[in-house]
């Protein structure tokens, strides 16, 4: 079955310090791969995509993500965080057909 | 503009109400979702629009009836609520043919 495997549910981290938040995915021969951050009592907003092309792939506020399919993995970095990046960050994939399956989530803690 | 609008943010409703949610995006997409959030749970996918018509229903009970009544709005009505109903309500969308699905800010849904 499909499905998509996000190995941490919490990550505390101190700020300025990097982090990676980890995604592991079932293989397919395509596979289209997102990244969405949920900051409290919002919806999804989405960080970055892998569609095709370069395997690493830039987002929004600092963050990346680098495609790996030998590993199966979509793994989320950022350099330095800050206290506004703490919130949930969910993994999501889709085969086609426009259905996405999220992973469980990652809550990230940003402490002074 | 990539920005989805839900209405309304915030709804009470008894178990003998009848509610409708509302979701509106300006963006050209032909494909609109549904989804429900529970506490601390990856979005779950509820139905799906393309063009205009019901193309996936996830077997949601039918006190949910979804309906697009033109490309730009989708609208979830409500009855006969329970209270384990009580959820955040995502609505998405995405242009035709593509995978990246973008989230409005959701409802919040509280059954008594």
């Known amino acids: 079955a499909q499905s998509v495997t996000q190995l941490d549910s919490q990550v505390p981290v101190f700020e300025e310090a990097p982090v990676e938040l980890r995604c592991n995915y079932s293989?397919?021969?395509?596979?289209?791969l997102f990244w969405y951050v949920q900051y409290p009592n919002q919806g999804l907003q989405l960080l970055l995509k892998?569609?095709?092309?370069?395997?690493l792939v830039k987002g929004i506020n600092g963050f990346e993500a680098e495609f790996n399919k030998s590993q199966t993995s979509f793994h989320l970095r950022k350099p330095s965080v800050h206290i506004s990046d703490t919130a949930e960050y969910f993994c999501a994939v889709t085969y086609g057909g426009g259905k996405l399956i999220f992973g469980q989530g990652t809550e990230l803690s940003v402490k002074p | 503009d990539t920005e989805v609008t839900q209405t309304p943010k915030h709804l009470v409703m008894g178990m003998t109400n009848k509610k409708s949610l509302k979701c509106e995006q300006h963006?050209?997409?032909?494909?609109m979702y549904w989804y429900k959030q529970k506490a601390k749970k990856p979005p779950e996918l509820m139905f799906v629009y393309s063009y205009e018509k019901l193309s996936i229903n996830e077997s949601v009970p039918s006190r949910f009836s979804p309906e697009c009544p033109n490309s730009s709005l989708l609208n979830l009505h409500l009855h006969a609520l329970q209270p384990e109903d009580s959820a955040l309500y995502l609505c998405a969308s995405a242009k035709a043919g593509e995978e990246t699905q973008y989230f409005g800010p959701g409802t919040r849904l509280l059954v008594l």
């Open positions: 892998y569609l095709s092309g370069s395997t």
């Open positions: 963006m050209g997409h032909r494909a």
């Open positions: 293989s397919s021969v395509s596979v289209y």
